[in-house]
């Protein structure tokens, strides 16, 4: 069975640890300094740190989406209020594991570690509800229905990933009910499934292969609520089903309120 779906959208960025020192730089240069004027200005002082502007451009969008900063492209800086108040906590906890890995190695210091590591996904988790919550950001539902379709379904492979993407095509309402048939013969190996992407500006229209599911379970995985399994499938993590079902219902819920007010 072949299928075509249009390239799906993606933030092109995790918080990986290149990342997180970036954004414990950024928050450094606006603590010690005056309000920027502009974008540009702040660009110009992150560039004397080390940061290329080009690339905190790049993850400058994913962090406004998740919640972390919030700013205006056009308008000046105010330092303070640049970082939102989970992007402070955020800072803290990135602070407080920098400083425990430079203690010595002992048991006490592995405890502490996975401690934080589990603060700092909770609040990574809710990173990522706060972006697939914001109607601005044009990959918050491809988050949304990964997590979806594995509550739904269990778990989750590349091959569905995508299969979402030609089912929300082909069924605009209902899509993740509309493919039951279709996984399970999939999964029971009755079809093969081969799916190409087409990209969005390809002037010839020519179908690229094009796939943006690892950026997709690289953050629910970074979160804690993805695993990944010998079968090579993406799985919940057990012990954070009540988080995973809340997200659920309170993306659902305003998902749901800026699709009537849209009518």
């Given at each position: 069975?072949?299928?075509?779906?249009?390239?799906?959208?993606?933030?092109?960025t995790?918080?990986?640890?290149?990342?997180?020192?970036?954004?414990?730089?950024?928050?450094?240069?606006?603590?010690r300094?005056?309000?920027?004027?502009?974008?540009?200005?702040?660009?110009?002082?992150?560039?004397?740190?080390?940061?290329?502007?080009?690339?905190?451009?790049?993850?400058?969008?994913?962090?406004?989406?998740?919640?972390?900063?919030?700013?205006?492209?056009?308008?000046?800086?105010?330092?303070?209020?640049?970082?939102?108040?989970?992007?402070y906590?955020?800072?803290?906890?990135?602070?407080s594991?920098?400083?425990?890995?430079e203690?010595?190695?002992?048991?006490?210091?592995?405890?502490?570690?996975?401690?934080?590591?589990?603060?700092?996904?909770?609040?990574?988790?809710?990173?990522?509800?706060?972006?697939?919550?914001?109607?601005?950001?044009?990959?918050?539902?491809?988050?949304?229905?990964?997590?979806?379709?594995?509550?739904?379904?269990?778990?989750?492979?590349?091959?569905?990933?995508?299969?979402?993407?030609?089912?929300?095509?082909?069924?605009?309402?209902?899509?993740?009910?509309?493919?039951?048939?279709?996984?399970?013969?999939?999964r029971?190996?009755?079809?093969?499934?081969?799916?190409?992407?087409?990209?969005?500006?390809?002037?010839?229209?020519?179908?690229k292969?094009?796939?943006?599911?690892?950026?997709?379970?690289?953050?629910?995985?970074?979160?804690?609520?993805?695993?990944?399994?010998?079968?090579?499938?993406?799985?919940?993590?057990?012990?954070?089903?009540?988080?995973?079902?809340?997200?659920?219902?309170?993306?659902?819920?305003?998902?749901?309120?800026?699709?009537?007010?849209?009518?």
């Open positions: 069975m072949d299928i075509t779906v249009s390239s799906p959208g993606s933030p092109g995790s918080f990986t640890e290149n990342v997180k020192e970036k954004i414990l730089i950024l928050f450094d240069v606006l603590e300094n005056g309000n920027f004027a502009s974008m540009g200005d702040l660009g110009a002082e992150l560039q004397r740190f080390g940061i290329n502007w080009n690339y905190a451009r790049n993850i400058l969008p994913f962090l406004k989406n998740c919640g972390i900063v919030k700013y205006q492209e056009a308008s000046p800086i105010e330092n303070r209020s640049f970082f939102t108040n989970i992007g906590a955020y800072v803290d906890i990135l602070r594991i920098k400083a425990v890995k203690e010595p190695e002992s048991g006490l210091r592995r405890e502490v570690l996975a401690r934080l590591e589990r603060i700092q996904q909770a609040i990574y988790f809710q990173c990522l509800v706060l972006m697939m919550k914001n109607p601005e950001c044009n990959y918050g539902y491809d988050f949304f229905d990964v997590l979806c379709f594995v509550v739904k379904y269990g778990s989750i492979d590349s091959t569905e990933y995508l299969l979402i993407q030609h089912e929300r095509e082909v069924h605009p309402e209902g899509y993740l009910d509309a493919m039951q048939d279709m996984v399970h013969r999939y029971s190996g009755s079809i093969a499934i081969r799916i190409k992407t087409r990209t969005k500006n390809g002037e010839s229209g020519r179908a292969s094009v796939n943006s599911f690892p950026y997709v379970w690289g953050n629910f995985v970074k979160a804690g609520v993805f695993e990944k399994r010998e079968d090579g499938r993406y799985y919940m993590a057990e012990d954070r089903m009540p988080e995973i079902q809340n997200a659920v219902q309170e993306v659902g819920a305003c998902q749901n309120s800026v699709h009537r007010q849209s009518k």
